[in-house]
């Protein structure tokens, strides 16, 4: 299972890899069971990781991954200007609306000149993926793509690239009746919400203009 899931985080993010600098530190935002962080790893960046959820931490320690248990805004607030990437692969879901511009505004302080900010995050422009997104507890809102755009320009990064994950486009299955049932859900997604509706991810990409 886990080489499977780790075949698919990186067939779906290695087309990240060309915006971040080899010869700078990459931060893993709510880094999970590190497995992007694994694959970062193993092409020859150096990468460090934060989590809040000890078990996932000691997971990732276990696995020779330098991950710490921190919580985000202050350790970016101790690490300024010390990162040339950072990830936040479905993090910023779960921050509090009120510190919201603040999670932006330190990731922009922490990252070098030049340096680059990938986010992550599910989209909801799709009937399954709305239930989904509100069947966790830990969700405090969604972000569409004008609203990322706000708060990345409101602090200063340069957007670079912005959209739906096309990597992430839902796949209709094989058997008869989840061909049926996947079919109906796509067509009735696309009649209310368009070519938004094919994909499960929204990915943006900003740089922190050279200061």
């Given at each position: ?104 505004e330190c990731c922009y302080n922490t ?20 239930a989904n997104f509100w069947n966790d ?38 058997d008869l009746i989840h061909f049926v ?31």
């Amino acid at each position: 299972m886990m080489n499977y899931y780790y075949n698919y985080i990186r067939n779906i993010r290695k087309k990240y890899l060309n915006y971040f600098n080899m010869s700078s530190k990459v931060l893993d935002i709510g880094c999970g069971d590190g497995v992007l962080m694994k694959y970062l790893q193993e092409e020859g960046y150096s990468v460090y990781g934060i989590d809040t959820d000890l078990q996932a931490v000691t997971h990732c320690v276990k696995n020779n991954l330098s991950v710490f248990q921190k919580d985000a805004i202050s350790f970016l607030q101790k690490n300024k200007n010390s990162f040339g990437s950072i990830i936040c692969c479905h993090v910023i879901e779960h921050i509090p609306i009120n510190q919201i511009a603040q999670f932006i505004e330190c990731c922009y302080n922490t990252l070098l000149n030049n340096g680059i900010l990938l986010i992550i995050t599910p989209n909801v422009h799709t009937l399954e993926g709305t239930a989904n997104f509100w069947n966790d507890p830990s969700h405090i809102r969604p972000y569409t793509i004008p609203c990322l755009e706000k708060l990345l320009t409101k602090a200063g990064f340069e957007i670079i690239e912005i959209g739906y994950d096309k990597n992430t486009k839902i796949i209709i299955r094989n058997d008869l009746i989840h061909f049926v049932l996947d079919a109906f859900r796509i067509i009735l997604g696309f009649l209310c919400y368009g070519k938004p509706a094919l994909y499960t991810e929204i990915n943006v990409l900003a740089r922190k203009k050279d200061t």
